[in-house]
């Protein structure tokens, strides 16, 4: 099982503390020790959907205690030995190994629902997205069989062109499937090292051969290095890159600014924007765009719209501990990737207009 959030924790905590005060109105007001019972039995059923079986079973004890201690006769003193307050200890316990189980029970049943429903996502992508490229690459390929000899040079070449094309579309479209499974299981594991940014964004814009042209890079005179995953950094950056030039006028560039984040010393920080010139998407959709299989009339995301290439994204740099998210320009998209950097070394890049 999954070590739960420290979120979680808190509103354990924040639920056995109502729980009390609540109790404690309660006491002042009916002076009912039954209902008082049953707040704090409720509390732990609270705390057992959201913390560690360990957690409920102290929680458990823990308000039996301050039930003996607050709401039983003598008030403010131990009483454990009385046949009622023993009694009463173990029906604690036993809501705490019940509902535990129960909650146990229940969370494995979401993950299993979780896993079907992008099963079955998957399914109904992959059923429709690879046919496309496909049927492009083996109707082209088709016509140079049959039609080779009546083929200029030029139209030969337009249509290997074409049929390469479509094959990266392809391969990068599997590669963002398969990505996307092994984090949804959360197996992706980067195996980090010092890295420079700097070389990083010019391999992920050698990638877009025949589009370089539309890619405008500024990166700053000095950059710090980034602990990452090199391929992984990469294929993030690709996505987003891609999902711009894709979505932008074909007589538009896409910028990429690099940059170093100085704001706090004790956690420096590298900046990738990606700004495109497109339609841009609505505030409310900022948020949602980086879900897997999410996608809109206004802003349909790379793959073809099914959704996969900013959640790719999202789930590599998670995973490197950085952040990516939309910031709200006036015109077009604008998407920021920002890593955690290495204090200890500088990489030189070289700034202005790379194309």
Request: a neutral charge.
């Amino acid at each position: 099982m999954k070590r739960p959030a420290i979120s979680s924790y808190y509103a354990a905590m924040f639920a056995v503390c109502s729980a009390l005060l609540i109790c404690y109105g309660l006491d002042l007001w009916l002076g009912s020790n039954v209902a008082i019972l049953l707040i704090l039995q409720l509390s732990v059923v609270v705390v057992a959907l959201s913390c560690h079986p360990r957690w409920v079973y102290g929680i458990a004890l823990f308000e039996a205690l301050c039930f003996n201690f607050l709401f039983t006769v003598p008030r403010y003193s131990f009483e454990m030995f009385n046949r009622n307050d023993m009694v009463n200890v173990l029906v604690f316990l036993l809501v705490a190994a019940v509902t535990s189980k129960l909650a146990e029970l229940y969370r494995d049943q979401q993950s299993r629902l979780k896993q079907e429903q992008l099963r079955n996502s998957i399914l109904l992508s992959v059923s429709h997205d690879l046919r496309t490229p496909l049927a492009t690459i083996i109707g082209t390929l088709s016509t140079l069989k049959e039609y080779m000899d009546k083929l200029t040079e030029k139209e030969k070449a337009e249509l290997f062109d074409n049929a390469i094309s479509e094959s990266h579309r392809l391969h990068q479209y599997i590669e963002n499937l398969l990505q996307a499974t092994k984090l949804q299981h959360g197996v992706v594991v980067p195996k980090q090292s010092a890295q420079s940014v700097v070389t990083i964004m010019h391999l992920v814009v050698e990638r877009f051969s025949q589009q370089q042209s539309r890619l405008h890079l500024h990166t700053e005179d000095k950059l710090p290095l980034v602990s990452v995953s090199s391929s992984l950094i990469q294929q993030a950056i690709f996505n987003v890159v891609d999902n711009a030039l894709r979505y932008s006028p074909a007589d538009k560039s896409v910028t990429i600014s690099v940059k170093s984040l100085d704001t706090d010393n004790k956690h420096p920080q590298v900046s990738i924007e990606v700004q495109d010139q497109g339609i841009g998407i609505r505030a409310d959709q900022s948020d949602s765009i980086f879900e897997l299989f999410y996608s809109v009339d206004a802003f349909k995301r790379n793959d073809s719209g099914t959704g996969l290439g900013l959640a790719v994204s999202k789930g590599i740099i998670a995973a490197h501990q950085g952040t990516i998210q939309s910031v709200p320009v006036e015109q077009g998209c604008l998407i920021r990737i920002c890593l955690p950097a290495c204090r200890e070394t500088l990489a030189h890049g070289k700034g202005g207009n790379v194309s």
